[in-house]
């Protein structure tokens, strides 16, 4: 069974810092390029970032180059991103997702995905 299970979000204060995690099972995470997309209230779902098999390849979303950081551990199935110098525009709901391909991942046209977690930046 497939299982992505996020960690993480909340509230933070503008200009403060979060981490999310996605847990994988095995077997999703070894053989999957891994990302995290987020949606907004009234908006569609966007790429944020994703991350190689591998962990030496990763790309970004503009809006995050420069803040945010993904990585992998692939002794613990487990993506992590780093979020620094929330923006309140970064307020959404963020979902890890995999895929067999960047181009899959970054185009949300997946069936892997995890639950979503809430991440809130006030002003």
């Known amino acids: 069974q497939v299982q992505l299970v996020e960690s993480g979000g909340g509230l933070v204060q503008t200009g403060g810092s979060l981490s999310l995690s996605c847990a994988a099972s095995r077997r999703t995470f070894s053989t999957n390029i891994m990302g995290w997309l987020r949606q907004a209230p009234g908006k569609e779902r966007e790429f944020v970032a994703g991350i190689s098999r591998s962990g030496d390849t990763t790309y970004y979303a503009d809006s995050v180059k420069g803040r945010f950081t993904i990585s992998r551990d692939n002794a613990k199935n487990t993506v992590y991103l780093q979020m620094n110098s929330l923006k309140p525009e970064d307020t959404a709901v963020y979902y890890c997702?995999?895929?067999?391909?960047?181009?899959?991942?970054?185009?949300?046209?997946?069936?892997?995905w995890g639950q979503g977690t809430q991440v809130t930046v006030s002003s």
């Open positions: 997702a995999a895929g067999p391909a960047f181009s899959v991942v970054v185009s949300g046209k997946t069936e892997l």
